[in-house]
């Protein structure tokens, strides 16, 4: 059995808060549309991953044991990767070797 007035309650449409408590939440509203446009424009720019910082990485996602396996290496160690690669025959090596000669790295 409904309350007493409580159909009217349910029916009744949202205000928009009034006073300081509307400023606030006006204020609140506008910061998380400013840092969401920021961190859209950031993405977009590819600044948010910064593994790819330092010149000479590969980071390469492909096919693993446990799903799936990220390789990264820099420096000697992706030169050592990408010669690896190049012998090597795996489930990964085709696009290790395409990531590797975008970086230049080649057989001895």
Known sequence: MPLEGHWERQQTPLRWPGGRRGRVVA????A???ATVALLVLAAAGRLDTRHASAGC???TGPSTTGAGTIHA???TA????RL???ERGPATPSLRARCA???????
Request: aromatic share 0%.
């Open 74 to 76: 820099c420096g000697d």
């Open 102 to 108: 975008s970086l230049h790295v080649r057989r001895p």
């Open 27 to 30: 204020s609140c509203l506008v």
């Open 85 to 87: 690669a190049q012998r």
């Open 58 to 60: 590969i980071d390469v």
């Open 79 to 82: 030169v050592r990767t990408c």
């Open 32 to 34: 998380l549309a400013i």
